[in-house]
């Protein structure tokens, strides 16, 4: 069973193309190459990785990953995944520099600006990283109040303001920056321009956070835009930013998946090999259940994950279902993967400060990434705004298959105004909680889910209730539990996951839905018929011993199962 989660000694993805393996198994050779040690003194140093991005543009990586079809390329969101999963393996700060690259491209595959992308391609080729310049200092998410101000000089504008936490800042060939235009109004004046980070006019500040990536602050003065410089305008340069955090933002549960992988064989082996009053610490019980819990939570987030590529896959104008599938990888796969390590570190406990581990940067790195493309309260707002139809209005739609077929996704950069999220229909959530409701705690969760349909139908938010999104986001978490619960079946059921796994992820899924239920009866604004529903519905997990032991048996045989070379 040691093949559900990632290891470098065994790792080889046969679903994906030949190239696609090739980069990921010369990726992983590099890093083991390079060896634990050196990855640690790097990282404490928070050295900037020079040698990573030279054996990058030796094999041409983020080249092969991240051209697209329209500029002769091929980009295929399942090997993105499977290589960002590799990165955070490793260390965040490498998968950050990919990320942002990733981020950085998107405003330039989504414009017209023929010869943008042309040169791109050609940086790319080159092995040149990018950079996506959003945010600024004063306004985090509120990016309609943008200070970069573009004036027209005659033949094109000069560039004025400051940018603030933008990856690659001191390198990128070509930095994407959101701005507005002086005197036009509202989304009219809305313009997204490529600078160049090394251009005399684009002042490097500082880097903002003390780690080997480099988040920059830099500030433009005067910077000369030209039309060839120019991506979007309008409201389209507004999209163009929507629809790139929509595409990047799909790439942190992976972060988190690898993170939270390499954590986990360093704390499994660790505590299985510490003797402790004459036992091993594994033999605890609390410590069972503790690294059980972690385990069913990461498959669990892997489970979702794989299949939410399949629905961004076959995402189309007509099937818009990754709307809601991408915001829950983003915010529920990466607050699980904090769930992950913090069960871990409870087991580890003082070791997970070593600086010789793996596990002291990932107790720090999964923190972030709730907190990138977007807060997990931004995008649980946006989860909300499909639960209408999800739960209450089902429809029929065609299944989405398996999708490891080496497609281009070329409708990504083409995704169009992200309106109507309200509108968008989903097929019955029952269909898969049906097929496995032979499953004891598949069966109790069903439960609570039906209690759900009826809290919503019965005793729903008031018109006040519907402005409180502190209580909406309880709710939230609730429906979001609901989402996560279909696809983890559909993917349970497309792998051929074993039944005692399930059952185990479930059991977790039961505790947290009753926790979330706690959680609502609490909310100051609450009704008594809402906190009435809440203790209805906490639900304890159907327990069998043998069930248990049998995935604690699968949990045990990872010990020693990876360790990096030293
Ligand atoms: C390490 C790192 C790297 C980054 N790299 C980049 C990069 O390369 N390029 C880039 O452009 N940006 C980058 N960012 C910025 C990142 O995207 C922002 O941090 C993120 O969008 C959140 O903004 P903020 O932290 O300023 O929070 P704020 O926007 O200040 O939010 C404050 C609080 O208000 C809440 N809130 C705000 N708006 C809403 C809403 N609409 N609904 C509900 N709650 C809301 C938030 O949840 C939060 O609790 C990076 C950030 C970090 C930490």
Same mark, same amino acid.
């Given at each position: 069973?040691?093949?559900?989660?990632?290891?470098? #000694?065994?790792?080889?993805?046969?679903?994906?193309?030949?190239?696609?393996?090739?980069?990921?198994?010369?990726?992983?050779?590099?890093?083991?190459?390079?060896?634990?040690?050196?990855?640690?003194?790097?990282?404490?140093?928070?050295?900037?990785?020079?040698?990573?991005?030279?054996?990058?543009?030796?094999?041409?990586?983020?080249?092969?990953?991240?051209?697209?079809?329209?500029?002769?390329?091929?980009?295929?969101?399942?090997?993105?995944?499977?290589?960002?999963?590799?990165?955070?393996?490793?260390?965040?700060?490498?998968?950050?520099?990919?990320?942002?690259?990733?981020?950085?491209?998107?405003?330039?595959?989504?414009?017209?600006?023929?010869?943008?992308?042309?040169?791109?391609?050609?940086?790319?080729?080159?092995?040149?990283?990018? /950079?996506?310049?959003?945010?600024?200092?004063?306004?985090?998410?509120?990016?309609?109040?943008?200070?970069?101000?573009?004036?027209?000089?005659?033949?094109?504008?000069?560039?004025?303001?400051?940018?603030?936490?933008?990856?690659?800042?001191?390198?990128?060939?070509?930095?994407?920056?959101?701005?507005?235009? !002086?005197?036009?109004?509202?989304?009219?004046?809305?313009?997204?321009?490529?600078?160049?980070?090394?251009?005399?006019?684009?002042?490097?500040?500082?880097?903002?956070?003390?780690?080997?990536?480099?988040?920059?602050?830099?500030?433009?003065?005067?910077?000369?835009?030209?039309?060839?410089?120019?991506?979007?305008?309008?409201? /389209?340069?507004?999209?163009?930013?929507?629809?790139?955090?929509?595409?990047? @933002?799909?790439?942190?549960?992976?972060?988190?998946?690898?993170?939270?992988?390499?954590?986990?064989?360093?704390?499994?082996?660790?505590?299985?090999?510490?003797?402790?009053?004459?036992?091993?610490?594994?033999?605890?019980?609390?410590? #069972?259940?503790?690294?059980?819990?972690?385990?069913?939570?990461?498959?669990?987030?892997?489970?979702?994950?794989?299949?939410?590529?399949?629905?961004?896959?076959?995402?189309?104008?007509?099937?818009?279902?990754?709307?809601?599938?991408?915001?829950?990888?983003?915010?529920?796969? &990466? &607050?699980?993967?904090?769930?992950?390590?913090?069960?871990?570190?409870?087991?580890?406990?003082?070791?997970?400060?070593? @600086?010789?581990?793996?596990?002291?940067?990932?107790?720090?790195?999964?923190?972030?990434?709730?907190?990138?493309?977007?807060?997990?309260?931004?995008?649980?707002?946006?989860?909300?705004?499909?639960?209408?139809?999800?739960?209450?209005?089902?429809?029929?739609?065609?299944?989405?298959?398996? #999708?490891?077929?080496?497609?281009?996704?070329?409708?990504?950069?083409?995704?169009?105004?992200?309106?109507?999220?309200?509108?968008?229909?989903?097929?019955?959530?029952?269909?898969?909680?049906?097929?496995?409701?032979?499953?004891?705690?598949?069966?109790?969760?069903?439960?609570?889910?039906?209690?759900?349909?009826?809290?919503?139908?019965?005793?729903?938010?008031?018109?006040?209730?519907? &402005?409180?999104?502190?209580?909406?986001?309880?709710?939230?978490?609730?429906?979001?539990?609901?989402?996560?619960?279909?696809?983890?079946?559909?993917? !349970?059921?497309?792998?051929?996951?074993?039944?005692?796994?399930?059952?185990?992820?479930?059991?977790?899924?039961? #505790?947290?839905?009753?926790?979330?239920?706690?959680?609502?009866?609490?909310?100051?604004?609450?009704?008594?018929?809402?906190?009435?529903?809440?203790?209805?519905?906490?639900? @304890?997990?159907?327990?069998?011993?043998?069930?248990?032991?049998?995935?604690?048996?699968?949990?045990?045989?990872?010990?020693?199962?990876?360790?990096?070379?030293?």
């Amino acid at each position: 069973m040691t093949d559900l989660l990632l290891n470098p #000694r065994t790792y080889d993805p046969t679903d994906l193309d030949p190239e696609a393996r090739r980069l990921l198994a010369a990726t992983i050779g590099w890093f083991e190459a390079r060896g634990k040690t050196e990855l640690k003194r790097a990282h404490h140093e928070r050295e900037w990785y020079d040698d990573f991005l030279t054996f990058i543009a030796s094999e041409k990586a983020f080249a092969t990953f991240l051209t697209p079809g329209s500029v002769g390329g091929c980009w295929d969101t399942a090997r993105i995944c499977a290589f960002g999963e590799v990165l955070a393996f490793y260390g965040l700060g490498y998968w950050y520099a990919w990320q942002v690259t990733i981020l950085g491209l998107g405003p330039v595959w989504q414009s017209d600006n023929e010869a943008a992308k042309a040169r791109a391609a050609t940086i790319l080729s080159q092995g040149g990283v990018f /950079a996506f310049g959003l945010s600024e200092k004063a306004h985090g998410a509120d990016i309609y109040t943008t200070d970069m101000v573009l004036t027209p000089d005659g033949s094109g504008f000069r560039a004025n303001g400051s940018k603030y936490y933008i990856g690659n800042g001191n390198v990128a060939a070509m930095v994407s920056v959101f701005g507005r235009i !002086a005197g036009v109004p509202g989304a009219q004046g809305y313009v997204f321009f490529a600078a160049d980070s090394q251009h005399p006019s684009y002042e490097l500040v500082k880097n903002v956070v003390s780690s080997q990536m480099y988040v920059s602050e830099f500030t433009l003065h005067d910077y000369p835009v030209q039309a060839q410089d120019v991506l979007h305008t309008g409201a /389209a340069a507004f999209d163009a930013a929507l629809n790139t955090v929509n595409i990047g @933002k799909f790439n942190l549960g992976f972060a988190s998946i690898g993170i939270c992988e390499h954590a986990f064989y360093e704390a499994i082996t660790h505590a299985e090999n510490r003797i402790l009053y004459g036992k091993r610490v594994t033999d605890f019980p609390h410590v #069972r259940q503790g690294l059980t819990d972690a385990y069913a939570r990461l498959v669990a987030m892997k489970l979702f994950a794989d299949r939410a590529i399949d629905y961004v896959r076959s995402a189309s104008a007509d099937d818009r279902r990754y709307l809601l599938f991408n915001p829950v990888t983003k915010m529920k796969v &990466t &607050t699980q993967g904090e769930r992950v390590i913090d069960g871990l570190w409870d087991v580890v406990a003082a070791k997970g400060f070593e @600086k010789d581990t793996y596990f002291e940067q990932a107790a720090m790195d999964i923190r972030a990434l709730p907190k990138l493309e977007g807060t997990v309260h931004v995008n649980m707002a946006l989860v909300l705004k499909f639960l209408p139809n999800y739960l209450l209005a089902p429809t029929t739609l065609p299944e989405v298959p398996r #999708r490891r077929d080496g497609a281009d996704d070329d409708f990504l950069f083409h995704q169009g105004p992200a309106r109507g999220l309200g509108k968008v229909r989903f097929a019955n959530w029952r269909t898969p909680y049906d097929a496995f409701a032979d499953v004891p705690n598949v069966a109790v969760f069903r439960e609570q889910a039906e209690g759900l349909v009826d809290l919503l139908t019965n005793a729903g938010p008031d018109a006040e209730q519907a &402005t409180d999104l502190d209580l909406l986001l309880a709710l939230g978490e609730l429906f979001t539990l609901v989402v996560y619960g279909q696809l983890i079946l559909e993917q !349970a059921g497309l792998s051929g996951l074993d039944r005692d796994l399930v059952d185990q992820i479930f059991d977790v899924l039961v #505790r947290d839905f009753s926790a979330y239920a706690v959680d609502l009866h609490g909310k100051a604004s609450s009704t008594k018929a809402q906190q009435l529903w809440a203790l209805e519905h906490v639900r @304890k997990p159907a327990a069998a011993a043998d069930r248990y032991d049998r995935v604690w048996q699968q949990v045990r045989d990872l010990a020693g199962a990876y360790e990096m070379r030293p």
